[in-house]
């Protein structure tokens, strides 16, 4: 291509003129550029239009006035979808910094008509249907900048790059900052920008057609069509911002009237509507979905914003995060940092320090050359975690409206960042957040994430990871078609999921979730529906997968207050059932279907706990013999040799942990386990069952030397060929140790078992032989040395220091050792 224009078009935006160009004037842009969004601030004032034309869905337009509410905030965007069907939906985003933001802000301003004239919604949301793409509006047909939005209709050329290239530039976004961003010196003439790049756009038109994309001919003659009407209308006096691919379509000889209107003639159309919605710069950052694709959101507002010494005051941005995150970086550092980012940009022949230079100062002189503090001036400055907001007379669907008036109520602000939440259930506000939370997620709004390393291990406590992100305002909008309010439109959706489950696991976590977010209407439809299937359900890994859930519903019922008397019974009945099924459905599995099992008996064992209401009479009653049916079945899958072996020896070790099982009769059954009689790989399994998998496994090996002796044993007496089929195996178990597990472990087993008279821990004459790390035997005097505390915090006690027992400390009585041995 030989007509593409050097570096020196561009720079004829230097060049003064003494009067305005005749209208109308075709402002092209690049979408959310801020020094397009400048120039088109200096055209407009210059100009002084008497209508203003913007690229934009024409629903719109009556959301327009709203750009002037105090309360309206960029970034935001208008979201468009379509009436019936929300999901289907677009964004058109716009920031403090984009250009069509600041005409729309200047039109009000000024009491002067402004208008969006791209290709309705109702138009290019069928459109997208048919072509099976999103996206977001503005800079979907690759202007530059934009060489394609979301995975939809890219173009096989990126204009911006085509330009940069031909100026010797090997990146686009730096030959831009250096062209656009880093030029405008005032008092120039504010429309030979415009005519700069409307001439390269003309150049790669004539070259390229329209790109490959296959709308642009429709929304083009759109834009014609407006364009005239608007000319008929004003005259000559019309502004046009749109994006700088399309003004060679409008400018010239265009097609007539016509043949635009023959384009448009049988477009699909579907009925659409629109509103604001708040949008964030970590949106912005994004290259697919409804993302817009800017790399530096964050810098580019800076840009805009910044009146004066733009890398002087960037510095001192980024310098007080870092002093925040607790980084020494002092004001010489920010002076040192100026000075290197300006010096890179000579030897690099910048007319203006950029963000590649910015950034490498940073690193080299706030950062000390790591990446990592500097991925946080990425994360919090470059990009940032802004979140605009929008006034409240935006339209918006009744589920939007309650879900915004209760997150006033609950004091729960959407925020772009990520927000940690720890919620006290017996408090009237944690308990009605965690219920809001709740009923979203059922909902499919997911603004909270259970965090489950937060917070207690007990049922009064919960915590919440909250983020919010644009797209949930759709997933409200899709939301709202079950109902008009938060309550409302869960327990429906709730009521609908549970006539049309079918697996049983499915309706037990539904009457989880519909007792975590307190559906009372929608909780006997789901028990219905429970005790229908769980009626029919014969499998014992179905049976074991849903009574984890019960249980769990159960225990928090009892915190909320939630009544759960038929849930108990149909998860006591479930549990029979699991009792009676298990040890045969345990027999003849293979390597896989053993790990399956073993994961069930562990869930199972875990909700027969909850279930089994030790210390709670009235949950005794619900199943007075659970727990006494569960430990047969335990002992029946520990003795059965057809069992797997990682089922067997999971079976061993939660009897052990509960103390339903000797260390003696668990040591013989290690023993038979691991035998010569036994198989190398099974042996190993029964091991990895016994003491892989769970939290302190390794500790049973150190303080049951008699176990790990027998591990050590079995281990040394596999043969070559056998122990290599192993290996795997046992590092697999091993490796889930905590370091400190296994070097003691290895101390013990290079050490050597202990010497020992008639048995373990006798030593000669029957005496007691003390272990490594542990006395011979019970050091009373270090024993009683606890019970001061103890009966502090059972409230048996004075402070210390009180009257009778200074400082926690007094005479034993008689019924101290009988104290001591209660507890």
Same mark, same amino acid.
């Given at each position: 291509m030989t007509t593409t224009p050097a570096p020196a078009a561009i720079d004829s935006a230097e060049a003064p003129r003494s009067a305005v160009p005749q209208g109308p004037w075709l402002l092209g842009i690049r979408h959310h550029g801020p020094g397009s969004a400048r120039a088109v601030r200096d055209a407009l004032d210059a100009a002084r239009p008497r209508v203003v034309l913007i690229e934009g869905p024409p629903e719109a337009d009556v959301l327009l006035p709203l750009a002037a509410d105090p309360q309206m905030r960029p970034p935001v965007a208008l979201l468009g979808h379509v009436l019936d069907d929300p999901g289907r939906a677009s964004f058109w985003p716009l920031a403090e910094f984009s250009p069509e933001w600041v005409a729309i802000r200047w039109a009000l301003a000024h009491g002067v008509p402004v208008r969006f004239v791209d290709l309705p919604a109702a138009h290019s949301l069928a459109l997208r249907e048919e072509e099976g793409t999103e996206g977001e509006g503005f800079g979907e047909d690759g202007e530059p900048g934009r060489p394609g939005a979301g995975d939809a209709g890219a173009l096989a050329v990126d204009p911006l790059a085509v330009l940069a290239e031909a100026a010797g530039y090997d990146d686009p976004e730096r030959w831009w900052e250096d062209m656009v961003e880093h030029r405008g010196e005032p008092g120039g003439d504010p429309f030979a920008p415009f005519e700069a790049v409307a001439d390269a756009m003309g150049a790669l038109r004539q070259e390229y057609g329209d790109g490959g994309h296959r709308r642009d001919p429709v929304r083009e003659a759109y834009m014609r069509i407006q364009l005239r009407s608007a000319r008929k209308e004003f005259g000559d006096q019309v502004a046009v911002v749109c994006g700088a691919w399309h003004v060679p379509a409008l400018t010239g000889k265009p097609p007539t009237v016509t043949a635009d209107r023959a384009l448009l003639k049988g477009l699909p159309k579907v009925k659409a509507e629109l509103t604001w919605v708040p949008w964030t710069h970590r949106r912005l950052a994004r290259r697919s979905g409804y993302g817009a694709g800017i790399d530096s959101p964050g810098w580019y507002a800076h840009l805009f914003g910044a009146g004066d010494r733009p890398v002087v005051r960037w510095m001192t941005k980024v310098a007080g995060l870092l002093r925040d995150e607790g980084r020494p970086v002092s004001s010489a550092h920010v002076i040192e940092a100026v000075r290197l980012a300006e010096s890179l940009a000579v030897m690099r022949g910048r007319p203006l320090a950029g963000l590649t230079e910015t950034t490498d100062a940073i690193r080299a002189v706030m950062c000390d050359g790591s990446d990592v503090p500097l991925s946080l001036v990425r994360d919090r400055l470059i990009v940032g975690d802004v979140l605009g907001e929008v006034p409240d007379g935006a339209p918006v669907v009744p589920l939007q409206r309650d879900l915004t008036r209760q997150q006033r109520t609950l004091r729960l602000k959407p925020e772009a960042q990520d927000r940690e939440l720890d919620l006290d259930l017996r408090k009237d506000t944690d308990s009605a957040r965690s219920r809001l939370l709740h009923r979203l997620a059922l909902l499919g709004v997911d603004w909270g994430e259970r965090d489950r390393s937060r917070g207690s291990t007990g049922t009064f406590r919960e915590g919440w990871r909250l983020r919010w992100e644009p797209e949930l305002s759709v997933r409200v909008a899709e939301a709202g078609v079950w109902g008009t309010t938060v309550l409302a439109a869960a327990t429906a959706k709730a009521q609908s999921q549970a006539v049309s489950a079918t697996a049983l696991v499915d309706i037990t976590a539904l009457a989880e979730q519909c007792l975590l977010a307190e559906l009372p209407d929608a909780l006997p439809v789901v028990m219905r529906a429970l005790a229908d299937r769980a009626a029919l359900d014969s499998d014992v890994g179905h049976l074991a997968q849903a009574l984890p859930a019960l249980a769990r519903t159960l225990r928090y019922g009892d915190v909320r207050g939630t009544g759960t008397a038929a849930l108990g019974e149909v998860a006591a009945g479930l549990a029979e059932r699991i009792c009676v099924g298990l040890p045969p459905a345990c027999t003849g599995l293979d390597a896989d279907g053993a790990a399956e099992m073993r994961g069930h008996v562990d869930a199972v064992h875990t909700a027969i706990? !909850?279930?089994?209401? @030790?210390?709670?009479?009235?949950?005794?009653? @619900?199943?007075?013999? !659970?727990?006494?049916?569960?430990? &047969?079945? !335990?002992? $029946?899958? &520990?003795?059965?040799?057809?069992? &797997? %072996?990682?089922?067997?020896?999971r079976a061993v070790r939660l009897l052990l942990d509960d103390g339903r099982l000797g260390e003696d009769e668990a *040591?013989?059954?290690?023993?038979? *386990? #691991?035998?010569?009689?036994?198989?190398?790989?099974?042996?190993? *399994?029964?091991?990895?069952?016994?003491? /892989? %998998? &769970?939290? /302190?496994?390794?500790?049973?090996?150190?303080?049951?030397? $008699?176990?790990?002796? #027998?591990?050590?044993a079995w281990l040394t007496g596999v043969t070559p060929d056998a122990f290599t089929d192993v290996l795997p195996l046992l590092r697999r178990t091993f490796s889930a140790y905590e370091p400190g597990v296994r070097r003691t472990l290895g101390e013990l087993v290079r050490r050597g078992p202990v010497v020992s008279g008639d048995g373990p821990g006798a030593g000669a004459g029957g005496a007691e032989v003390a272990q490594p790390g542990f006395g011979a035997a019970l050091d009373p005097a270090r024993a009683d040395a606890v019970l001061p505390l103890l009966d502090l915090i059972l409230g048996r006690a004075e402070l210390p220091g009180g009257p009778g027992k200074p400082g926690g400390q007094g005479e034993r009585d008689e019924n101290d050792d009988q104290g001591v041995a209660a507890r």
């Open positions: 706990g !909850l279930l089994d209401g @030790r210390g709670r009479p009235e949950d005794a009653d @619900r199943s007075p013999d !659970l727990r006494g049916r569960w430990d &047969a079945v !335990l002992r $029946r899958l &520990a003795g059965r040799d057809a069992v &797997a %072996g990682v089922i067997r020896g *040591a013989r059954l290690m023993g038979l *386990a #691991l035998s010569v009689g036994t198989e190398p790989a099974e042996a190993a *399994a029964w091991i990895e069952g016994f003491v /892989g %998998g &769970a939290s /302190g496994s390794g500790m049973l090996l150190i303080h049951d030397e $008699r176990l790990l002796g #027998l591990v050590d």
